[in-house]
């Protein structure tokens, strides 16, 4: 584990795949009603089992495919894709789609959206936001912000952009204050709701 990054909000860390379970929690704290996760299930009790082996099976990934960020209060977390790395293979997949089996009636839901959705990324190479979710009872402070910086001005230094969706309309000021620009609205499925495709280009 490297040393803390203090911030004027937040102490961050960068963490690994001992800490796969906190992640975890953190994001079914998150995304609960989150419209995408919302949409490939519905049923309330159900729909943590999808998110929960998504950022699962994307934590396992550490250190070479993935990084992961997290607050040392586990308020929130973030999970990033260097450049060239964002895809899962399908023997990376396997532990996320034995979960969605539990509820197989919405696994093909699942499966189309995604498949869909990840061909809205940019060809150039770029760093991918899989992730980042701040517990509801913490959201508005600050931390979310804080938690992208490390990548941010990394993706700056080197000359890289941003590439990542938001499923939720209230949550594009947080990602125009950070640079990240809304290039689109975009339907993927009948019945899906609106996602956005937003990229940051790297700033000087």
Known sequence: ???????????????GRSDAREVVDVMLAAFHDDPVVSFIEPRPSKRGIGIGAFA??????VPERREVYMTADGAAAA?????????MSTRESLPFLRALLRTPLRLPVAVKFLTRAERMHPDEPHWYLDLVGTRPERQGEGIGAALLRPVLD?????????WTYSSN????A???????????????????????????????
């Open 1 to 15: 584990m490297e040393h803390p990054v203090r911030t004027p909000r937040a102490e961050i860390r960068k963490v």
């Open 56 to 61: 699962d099976a994307a934590v396992r990934l």
């Open 79 to 87: 999970i990033w894709s260097p450049p060239d790395e964002w895809e």
């Open 154 to 162: 990394r993706c700056d230094e080197e000359g890289l952009p941003v």
């Open 169 to 172: 309309r209230q949550n594009l």
């Open 174 to 204: 947080f990602y125009h204050r950070l640079g990240l620009e809304v290039l689109d609205e975009v339907v993927l499925m009948r019945g899906a709701p609106t996602v956005f495709p937003i990229y940051r280009r790297p700033q000087a």
